[in-house]
């Protein structure tokens, strides 16, 4: 344990959000549909039918998010602009008033002193560009030129850090292979066609940002898999790093001029990744930071049966309310594993959170919340730990600043350290709030 561990002067202490959890005003200002729009209405998918129509309004009420962020001490916020609302056709005219709704949120941000950190594309993809292939087909990642170059002219004089893609790992295995995200598809073979385009976007994005010469810093974000092993067995070892091979190295590896991993291509034949010459360089880029968003780490076994000879297996950790293990540990184990392999490279923690079944108390003044106090506590200490080891963690982005629209869980689960009552929209500080406000302040030791 930690205890009083003082974090670096100039570590940054941040919340995060994402454009369709939190912005609603689906229709306004020239906004057309993206693919999460479209997969709201498709009978089945998503939580009662939710959608991301009004989400929490930030869209309106931004300022008072913005002022809540201010009284937690926040030194920096997260968010993601939405494609649709800046180039409401995915390509073609630009939307100004899009546009402007982004201008107006960074201002008020440096008015209070919080940095801004942009990310191009959190899963929104505009509904024109799916109907015309989406991210299987390479065109999408050439329309991605001109968005972020769009994003890069408009705010760049005023954000400091850019975040290209979020979590490519959901934006293609999660959507095109097992579905649960859109646009739903269950096709291997466009799933990893996906995964070189959107790998292909983030290095297109990287050179527009540096022959732009363009101010700031520029990295992209992966939410990685490093389970481990179930016992101290050599097999199990191995079975544990052939599981981090396809959703973490197919990301991570080709950022790091890599390639793609051999071993997990060699295991499906069956697959044919549209590399065309110059795409590997261009992914392999000089990035300024990674950013790695963490939730949880799995166990796995080897299992001379399965593909890889490994399969996931049971463990004891108690779960948040997304049925995901609470493991600290594997937060440590994976920024160091991490470290290892960027050799270096500034490490910021994009993501980190629990979803709990938070309630008001009766008078509807306050929501207890010492589930997700323990959770953040026990991440901290892990951070704190990195850092005393020598890794370059530079800063932390809690998720969620507020409750939002969780995908497909609609608005069934609750991330925020900040309670949004959908019914009014009310904001209600979560004594998790107040807990972060210490922490930041220095007041409360980890």
Same mark, same amino acid.
Request: proline fraction near 6%; glycine fraction near 8%.
């Given at each position: $344990? ?11 202490? @941040? ?24 997969? +709201? ?27 809540? $962020? ?49 990310? &191009? ?28 170059? !769009?994003?890069? /002219? ?15 790992? +959901? ?13 739903? $598809? ?16 983030? @290095? ?9 010469? =363009?101010?700031?810093?520029?990295? !992209? ?9 179930? !016992? !101290? ?18 990301? &991570?590896?080709?950022?790091? @001029? ?31 930071? &990674? ?40 937060? =440590? ?20 959170? +629990?979803?709990? /079944?938070?309630? $008001? ?39 969620? &600043? ?8 609609? =608005? ?7 309670? +949004? ?26």
């Amino acid at each position: $344990m930690n205890t009083g561990f003082s974090f670096p002067s100039d570590f940054i202490w @941040g919340t995060a959000t994402a454009s369709f959890q939190v912005e609603g005003a689906a229709r306004e200002d020239g906004r057309k549909p993206s693919i999460w729009d479209t997969f +709201c209405r498709e009978p089945g998918r998503v939580a009662y039918g939710h959608t991301g129509d009004v989400a929490t309004d930030q869209y309106h009420r931004f300022q008072e998010d913005v002022d809540l $962020m201010h009284e937690l001490g926040a030194h920096s916020y997260r968010f993601s602009v939405a494609w649709p609302r800046v180039i409401p056709e995915g390509s073609g005219a630009i939307n100004p008033k899009g546009l402007d709704y982004y201008h107006r949120l960074v201002d008020a941000l440096l008015e209070k002193g919080i940095e801004p950190a942009v990310t &191009l594309y959190h899963w929104d993809l505009p509904q024109p560009l799916q109907d015309a292939g989406g991210w299987p087909h390479r065109e999408t990642a050439l329309h991605f030129e001109n968005y972020a170059r !769009t994003v890069f /002219d408009g705010l760049s004089d005023r954000v400091g850090r850019w975040i290209t893609i979020n979590e490519p790992w +959901c934006v293609t295995l999660l959507s095109h292979l097992l579905g649960r995200h859109a646009p739903g $598809m269950q096709d291997k073979s466009a799933a990893y066609r996906a995964i070189h385009h959107v790998n292909l976007a983030h @290095g297109i994005a990287l050179r527009v940002f540096r022959e732009g010469g =363009y101010s700031g810093e520029i990295g !992209t974000t992966l939410n990685l898999t490093t389970p481990r092993p179930a !016992t !101290t067995r050599e097999e199990d070892a191995l079975a544990a790093d052939r599981a981090a091979d396809r959703d973490s190295r197919m990301f &991570l590896d080709p950022l790091l @001029g890599k390639g793609y991993p051999e071993r997990h291509l060699a295991a499906h034949p069956d697959v044919e990744l549209p590399v065309e010459n110059g795409d590997m360089e261009l992914i392999a880029g000089k990035i300024d930071f &990674l950013g790695i968003n963490y939730y949880n780490e799995q166990v796995v076994k080897f299992d001379p049966e399965a593909a890889e000879q490994f399969t996931s297996v049971p463990s004891f950790y108690p779960e948040t309310a997304m049925e995901w293990p609470i493991v600290p540990e594997g937060l =440590y184990r994976q920024l160091h594993w991490v470290a290892a392999q960027t050799n270096g490279l500034p490490l910021y923690v994009t993501e980190n959170g +629990c979803a709990c /079944d938070d309630v $008001m108390t009766r008078d509807g003044s306050r929501v207890h919340d010492p589930d997700r106090i323990d959770y953040l506590r026990k991440h901290f200490r892990v951070l704190a730990r990195a850092i005393e080891d020598g890794v370059p963690l530079k800063g932390y982005y809690l998720w969620s &600043l507020i409750d939002n629209f969780e995908w497909s869980f609609g =608005y069934t689960r609750r991330f925020g350290i900040i309670f +949004c009552d959908y019914a009014d929209q009310r904001r209600v500080p979560k004594d998790s709030y107040y807990y972060y406000r210490e922490v930041i302040a220095g007041n409360e030791p980890v």
